[in-house]
């Protein structure tokens, strides 16, 4: 991987819809306030990893998480639309519950072959994947320590691009809310390790 820099990810904090296990996609939605003390939790991790400069989706909550541990830490914060949620369309605001009743067909779909799967107004994994590690490996030709704060897809789909593996088995990882994770170069490619264990637990968004 060169002279690249050293990439830090981490998810978002807390908020009502992760708790209600909704599919949020790109819509705005504010962080809890266990979200916001998720973040200033966070920024502690983050001063001891000496990251230069965060980065962060323009979506509310990933954007309030990182303004929070840029402010904490004194970093330069800087906003990628590339490392945005996945776009879920007419999913959007439902549980997993809600969507198989309403959408049957395509929700068989989905949990058969999740990478080859297609629905107008949904963004497709392999999109999201594509647009996602373009835009860590632009944060990592800068040569500095960079944290990504993100969302629950965009994570799932690096991990899965830096191990070799097929994106289908994105859904085999699933980060906890204001987890930090590094990426550590492994011998047939790189692995996403958690830095410290988040508390509490988070859900998916």
Do not use: K
């Amino acid at each position: 991987m060169g002279n690249a820099g050293r990439l830090y990810l981490a998810r978002h904090g807390v908020t009502a819809a992760n708790l209600r296990w909704v599919n949020v996609g790109i819509d705005a939605e504010p962080l809890l306030p266990a979200g916001r003390e998720m973040a200033r939790e966070l920024a502690e991790r983050v001063r001891e990893e000496g990251i230069e400069e965060v980065w962060c989706s323009p979506i509310a909550r990933a954007r309030e998480t990182a303004e929070i541990v840029a402010e904490a830490c004194g970093l330069p914060l800087y906003e990628d639309a590339a490392l945005r949620e996945m776009d879920v369309g007419p999913w959007a605001g439902l549980t997993d519950d809600e969507i198989s009743e309403r959408f049957p067909e395509e929700f068989a779909r989905w949990q058969a072959d999740p990478a080859a799967f297609v629905m107008d107004g949904r963004e497709t994994l392999p999109a999201v994947r594509q647009r996602v590690v373009a835009a860590l490996e632009r944060m990592r030709q800068r040569g500095r320590v960079s944290l990504a704060v993100t969302h629950t897809a965009p994570i799932r789909l690096a991990r899965v691009h830096y191990a070799g593996e097929e994106t289908n088995q994105f859904a085999e990882f699933m980060p906890a809310n204001c987890q930090l994770l590094r990426l550590v170069e492994r011998e047939g490619g790189a692995r996403l390790e958690p830095v410290a264990d988040p508390s509490p637990a988070g859900v998916s968004g």
